[in-house]
Nanobody, 117 residues
Framework: QVQPVESGGGLVQPGGSLRLSCAAS????????MAWYRQAPGKQRVLVAW????????YADTAVKGRFTISRDNAKNTVYLQMSSLRPEDTAVYYC??????????WGQGTQVTVSS
């Protein structure tokens, strides 16, 4: 298991940028595929993007491709999500965790991203 702690969210205007960070404890981090998920108000948590242990990137949501970039630093046990050209529909609580999601996963508090003028 990994235990994630997300940070970097905030209030940003449409078109702005944010960089989210996820520090994940756990000895298996470097061999785990890691992902960012998000949960918009009143909706279920969904997968945004993931990165495998070799650094290959995948974007589950076509709406973020070209705007979001997922990356990782195994030496720091950290996963990042660089977000640009933010839109109001990107407003959500963002979480990171292993990919794929499992029923026994330990979830952090997430980090709130609000895109509003």
């Amino acid at each position: 298991q990994v235990q994630p702690v997300e940070s970097g969210g905030g209030l940003v205007q449409p078109g702005g940028s944010l960089r989210l960070s996820c520090a994940a404890s756990g000895s298996i981090f470097s061999i785990s595929d890691m992902a960012w998920y998000r949960q918009a108000p009143g909706k279920q948590r969904v997968l945004v993007a993931w990165i495998n242990s070799s650094g290959n990137l995948y974007y589950a949501d076509t709406a973020v491709k070209g705007r979001f970039t997922i990356s990782r630093d195994n030496a720091k046990n950290t996963v990042y999500l660089q977000m640009s050209s933010l839109r109001p529909e990107d407003t959500a609580v963002y979480y990171c965790n292993r990919f794929p999601e499992t029923s026994t996963a330990i979830w952090g508090q997430g980090t709130q991203v609000t895109v509003s003028s």
